[in-house]
Protein backbone atom coordinates (compact mmCIF):
# COMPACT_ATOMS: atom_id res chain seq x y z
CA UNK A 1 0.00 0.00 0.00
CA UNK A 2 1.02 3.62 -0.61
CA UNK A 3 0.46 6.19 2.19
CA UNK A 4 1.27 9.61 0.75
CA UNK A 5 1.39 12.87 2.71
CA UNK A 6 0.84 16.60 1.63
CA UNK A 7 1.79 19.33 3.93
CA UNK A 8 1.46 23.68 3.35
CA UNK A 9 1.63 26.22 5.04
CA UNK A 10 -1.45 28.71 5.45
CA UNK A 11 0.39 31.45 3.33
CA UNK A 12 0.66 29.17 0.47
CA UNK A 13 -2.74 27.98 0.55
CA UNK A 14 -4.05 31.46 0.60
CA UNK A 15 -2.00 33.00 -1.97
CA UNK A 16 -2.68 29.98 -4.44
CA UNK A 17 -6.36 30.88 -3.88
CA UNK A 18 -6.31 34.40 -4.70
CA UNK A 19 -4.19 32.80 -7.46
CA UNK A 20 -7.31 31.26 -8.50
CA UNK A 21 -9.84 34.51 -7.86
CA UNK A 22 -8.11 37.20 -10.00
CA UNK A 23 -8.18 34.33 -12.92
CA UNK A 24 -10.98 35.61 -15.65
CA UNK A 25 -13.43 33.73 -16.24
CA UNK A 26 -15.00 32.97 -19.34
CA UNK A 27 -18.26 34.61 -20.19
CA UNK A 28 -21.46 31.90 -20.34
CA UNK A 29 -22.82 31.23 -23.87
CA UNK A 30 -26.02 33.74 -24.57
CA UNK A 31 -28.07 33.26 -27.32
CA UNK A 32 -30.25 36.48 -26.61
CA UNK A 33 -29.37 38.34 -30.35
CA UNK A 34 -30.62 39.19 -34.07
CA UNK A 35 -30.02 36.53 -36.35
CA UNK A 36 -30.18 36.38 -40.34
CA UNK A 37 -29.45 33.45 -42.37
CA UNK A 38 -30.97 32.13 -45.71
CA UNK A 39 -31.24 28.72 -47.21
CA UNK A 40 -31.68 26.80 -50.97
CA UNK A 41 -33.10 23.58 -51.88
CA UNK A 42 -35.40 21.75 -54.43
CA UNK A 43 -38.43 20.73 -53.72
CA UNK A 44 -41.76 19.23 -55.29
CA UNK A 45 -45.76 19.71 -55.46
CA UNK A 46 -48.04 18.17 -56.78
CA UNK A 47 -52.48 17.99 -57.28
CA UNK A 48 -54.75 14.62 -57.76
CA UNK A 49 -58.20 15.30 -58.98
CA UNK A 50 -60.96 12.85 -59.89
CA UNK A 51 -64.24 13.88 -62.18
CA UNK A 52 -67.68 13.26 -60.75
CA UNK A 53 -69.90 14.52 -62.60
CA UNK A 54 -69.19 13.49 -65.69
CA UNK A 55 -68.06 15.44 -69.29
CA UNK A 56 -64.73 13.91 -69.10
CA UNK A 57 -63.12 10.54 -68.61
CA UNK A 58 -63.56 9.56 -64.82
CA UNK A 59 -59.80 9.88 -63.93
CA UNK A 60 -57.94 10.02 -61.46
CA UNK A 61 -56.06 13.11 -63.22
CA UNK A 62 -52.73 13.96 -61.27
CA UNK A 63 -49.92 16.59 -61.99
CA UNK A 64 -46.75 17.33 -60.33
CA UNK A 65 -44.54 20.01 -60.16
CA UNK A 66 -40.60 20.57 -59.05
CA UNK A 67 -38.83 23.95 -58.53
CA UNK A 68 -35.79 25.37 -56.53
CA UNK A 69 -36.44 27.10 -53.64
CA UNK A 70 -34.85 30.08 -51.77
CA UNK A 71 -35.57 31.40 -48.66
CA UNK A 72 -34.28 33.85 -45.83
CA UNK A 73 -34.87 34.28 -42.44
CA UNK A 74 -34.53 37.18 -39.90
CA UNK A 75 -35.19 37.05 -36.21
CA UNK A 76 -34.86 37.78 -32.59
CA UNK A 77 -34.24 35.00 -29.40
CA UNK A 78 -33.88 36.22 -26.01
CA UNK A 79 -32.79 34.19 -23.23
CA UNK A 80 -33.83 34.04 -19.74
CA UNK A 81 -31.71 31.68 -17.73
CA UNK A 82 -32.30 28.44 -19.44
CA UNK A 83 -35.23 29.78 -21.26
CA UNK A 84 -35.36 31.28 -24.62
CA UNK A 85 -38.23 33.21 -26.52
CA UNK A 86 -38.06 34.61 -30.04
CA UNK A 87 -39.69 35.73 -33.17
CA UNK A 88 -38.68 35.02 -37.05
CA UNK A 89 -40.16 36.39 -39.84
CA UNK A 90 -38.99 34.35 -43.37
CA UNK A 91 -39.91 34.77 -46.98
CA UNK A 92 -38.96 33.06 -49.96
CA UNK A 93 -39.42 32.17 -53.91
CA UNK A 94 -40.21 29.15 -55.51
CA UNK A 95 -41.10 28.40 -59.54
CA UNK A 96 -43.35 25.32 -59.78
CA UNK A 97 -45.19 25.22 -62.63
CA UNK A 98 -46.90 22.63 -64.40
CA UNK A 99 -50.18 22.59 -66.70
CA UNK A 100 -51.92 19.32 -68.72
CA UNK A 101 -54.71 19.18 -70.70
CA UNK A 102 -57.54 15.83 -70.09
CA UNK A 103 -59.81 15.33 -73.01
CA UNK A 104 -63.77 16.17 -72.75
CA UNK A 105 -66.74 14.28 -73.78
CA UNK A 106 -66.76 16.91 -76.59
CA UNK A 107 -63.33 16.35 -78.83
CA UNK A 108 -62.46 20.34 -79.53
CA UNK A 109 -63.19 20.78 -75.80
CA UNK A 110 -60.69 19.78 -73.15
CA UNK A 111 -59.76 20.56 -69.04
CA UNK A 112 -56.75 22.92 -68.24
CA UNK A 113 -55.22 21.40 -64.73
CA UNK A 114 -52.61 23.26 -63.91
CA UNK A 115 -50.31 24.14 -60.87
CA UNK A 116 -47.93 26.91 -59.67
CA UNK A 117 -46.06 28.78 -56.73
CA UNK A 118 -44.42 32.07 -56.17
CA UNK A 119 -43.51 33.81 -52.75
CA UNK A 120 -44.04 32.94 -49.35
CA UNK A 121 -43.61 33.34 -45.65
CA UNK A 122 -44.03 32.99 -42.63
CA UNK A 123 -44.42 34.62 -38.93
CA UNK A 124 -43.60 32.48 -36.15
CA UNK A 125 -43.17 32.42 -32.31
CA UNK A 126 -40.18 30.06 -30.94
CA UNK A 127 -39.80 28.74 -27.18
CA UNK A 128 -36.81 26.67 -26.50
CA UNK A 129 -35.12 25.33 -23.73
CA UNK A 130 -30.90 26.19 -23.41
CA UNK A 131 -28.18 23.74 -22.54
CA UNK A 132 -25.09 26.08 -23.03
CA UNK A 133 -24.70 26.10 -27.12
CA UNK A 134 -27.64 23.16 -27.69
CA UNK A 135 -31.38 24.82 -27.91
CA UNK A 136 -33.79 22.59 -27.77
CA UNK A 137 -36.76 24.00 -29.32
CA UNK A 138 -40.91 24.39 -30.68
CA UNK A 139 -42.28 27.06 -32.49
CA UNK A 140 -45.36 27.64 -34.46
CA UNK A 141 -47.21 30.45 -36.32
CA UNK A 142 -49.06 31.84 -39.69
CA UNK A 143 -47.63 31.03 -43.15
CA UNK A 144 -48.80 32.33 -46.50
CA UNK A 145 -48.08 30.55 -50.11
CA UNK A 146 -48.91 32.67 -52.85
CA UNK A 147 -49.41 29.59 -55.18
CA UNK A 148 -51.76 27.16 -55.91
CA UNK A 149 -53.91 24.90 -58.20
CA UNK A 150 -56.97 25.85 -61.12
CA UNK A 151 -58.76 23.31 -63.10
CA UNK A 152 -60.38 25.25 -66.19
CA UNK A 153 -63.13 23.95 -68.55
CA UNK A 154 -63.76 25.61 -72.48
CA UNK A 155 -66.77 22.92 -72.17
CA UNK A 156 -69.69 25.33 -71.73
CA UNK A 157 -71.57 24.47 -68.93
CA UNK A 158 -69.24 23.43 -66.62
CA UNK A 159 -67.50 25.10 -63.49
CA UNK A 160 -64.00 26.49 -63.18
CA UNK A 161 -62.38 26.46 -60.10
CA UNK A 162 -59.27 28.05 -58.39
CA UNK A 163 -57.83 27.66 -55.54
CA UNK A 164 -57.22 30.36 -53.18
CA UNK A 165 -53.37 31.33 -52.17
CA UNK A 166 -52.30 28.65 -49.63
CA UNK A 167 -52.52 30.04 -45.68
CA UNK A 168 -52.59 28.86 -42.34
CA UNK A 169 -50.58 27.02 -39.08
CA UNK A 170 -47.44 26.47 -39.29
CA UNK A 171 -45.54 24.38 -36.19
CA UNK A 172 -42.70 22.60 -35.79
CA UNK A 173 -39.32 21.56 -33.39
CA UNK A 174 -35.87 21.27 -33.19
CA UNK A 175 -32.36 21.29 -31.91
Known amino acids: ?19 IDTQPQPAAFSWT ?5 ANAGYGWAGIEQTQTSGGM ?13 LHGHLGYLHQVQQF ?28 AVSISSGWEGEL ?5 FAIDRTLVYGKGGYAYHQGGAWQKTT ?8 SDPLKGWVYGAGI
Open 155 to 162: NPGFVTHE
Open 84 to 111: VLGVEVSGGWSEFFNEDRIASSIPTKYQ
Open 1 to 19: AVVGLCATSPALAQHRGSM
Open 33 to 37: GFYLG
Open 124 to 128: TGRLG
Open 57 to 69: PPGPFSLEANSYI
